[in-house]
């Protein structure tokens, strides 16, 4: 099938066959524009725009992408993508020393990282929750986490909504809701999900929802949310303290010292672009492009397994690699994905995670089918 956008709506390099918007999204050009234009009046007056015009200008922002997210306005702020959120949130919050801090198997690794900084300033028990192996079905997972919940008693839960590798939607809602029950604080990392899945942040009572705008909903790069429940607004801080300190989130956030925050300006114009190829529409023609991809993967390439149950595909479509390509390691995800760049001009990631090495492909409105042939060809090379 062709695309549902024409591609030149966006920047792409014409000679790559781009099958990752997962892992940075992709600008359209109207977006940079809308970027350039807030670029342009802070350099016709730059006293006037930071002095005067600036807070209202990041406010009103906030309020558009609150109102999308479903967040009260006055909780939500940008930051400038996950990992600040992440780092914010882990800084900020207070917890006992020995306290179970849960996260899954399937945390992106800079969230990892993150939990290991703080954690081991603060003294916490770090604990990965393993889900089971592929294909991921929810029950599997939901179980998995029940039985790490009654076991270690955390205090404080890291939870993905859509985890990078496997591209994955788990059912958050559940999770949290589980994980509330057992009296922990809680932190969704949204980063996948804002334009590619649905989320209403007062639904999810979640403490914490972090979220990317530059990936699925299309803002320039550095455009994040973060989303704070009434209790935890006092204590949490962002990651550079500055003249706002302690008189509110939107003083602490909104201004970190002297800095271009247009990407946070014009995410807007990136929800305005989701719009205008159908919001809902564009996110069920993704799902359904990337179900379509998957099974097409799975059919084409030996011995390959599905990430997952197929009520869990959002817009990405992963398998776990056949043994044929190799002994899974780090290095062998990465000389895969640049065998297929630089030999056969396709982006796509291949990573490595729990012992296997996965392949993730994302539908979006400027992949066509012929996109996904060249992958498979060029998988097809890598094995003569
Ligand atoms: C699940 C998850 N969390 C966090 C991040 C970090 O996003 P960023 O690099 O924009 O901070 C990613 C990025 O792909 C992700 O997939």
């Known amino acids: 099938m062709s695309a549902l956008a024409p591609r030149a709506l966006w920047s792409l390099d ?19 524009a809308a970027q350039r234009r807030f670029q342009d009046q802070l350099e016709a007056e730059p006293v006037r725009f930071f002095v005067r015009e600036l807070p209202g200008l990041v406010r009103a922002a906030a309020a558009e992408i609150a109102a999308f997210v479903g967040a009260d306005p006055e909780g939500l702020v940008f930051v400038d993508n996950a990992t600040t959120g992440v780092n914010a949130v882990l800084a900020s919050v207070r917890l006992p020393r020995d306290a179970v801090v849960l996260c899954l198997s399937h945390v992106y690794n800079a969230v990892a990282q993150s939990l290991h900084h703080h954690g081991g300033r603060g003294g916490w028990r770090v604990v990965h929750v393993n889900l089971p192996r592929a294909p991921l079905t929810e029950i599997g997972v939901l179980s998995a986490f029940d039985a790490a919940l009654a076991r270690h ?17 788990l059912p958050i809602d559940a ?3 589980r994980a509330k029950a057992t009296g922990a604080r809680v932190l969704v990392d949204a980063a996948h999900t804002p334009g590619q899945a649905r989320l209403n942040v007062r639904e999810l009572g979640a ?52 800095r271009d925050v247009s990407a ?3 995410a807007p114009a990136g929800l305005t672009f989701w719009r205008s190829l159908g919001g809902e529409a564009l996110m069920a023609a993704n799902q359904a492009q990337a179900r379509r991809f998957r099974q097409r993967l799975v059919e084409a390439v030996p011995g390959a397994v599905a990430a997952c149950e197929e009520a869990m595909v959002g817009a990405m479509a992963a398998i776990v690699l056949p043994a044929a390509f190799g002994e899974p390691s780090f290095a062998r995800a990465l000389a895969l994905h640049d065998r297929l760049f630089d030999e056969f001009g396709v982006e796509v990631p291949v990573s490595f995670l729990d012992g296997a090495l996965w392949l993730r492909v994302s539908a979006q409105a400027y992949v066509e089918d012929a996109d996904l042939e060249r992958l498979i060809n060029a998988l097809g090379q890598l094995l003569r």
């Open 153 to 169: 008693k955390p205090s404080l839960v890291v939870v993905d909504h859509i985890v990078s590798a496997a591209g994955v939607v």
């Open 14 to 32: 014409e000679d790559v066959c781009f099958l990752n918007h997962g892992s940075f999204g992709a600008t359209p050009r109207s977006v940079m």
């Open 207 to 258: 403490d914490w929802v972090v979220g990317n705008l530059h990936k699925w909903l299309f803002a320039p790069k550095g455009a994040a949310f973060l989303a704070v429940a009434p209790d935890q607004r006092a204590e949490l801080h962002p990651t550079v303290i500055s003249h706002g300190y302690r008189q509110g989130l939107a003083a602490e956030f909104d201004f970190t010292g002297t």
């Open 264 to 266: 946070w300006l014009a």
């Open 175 to 177: 999770l949290v809701r």
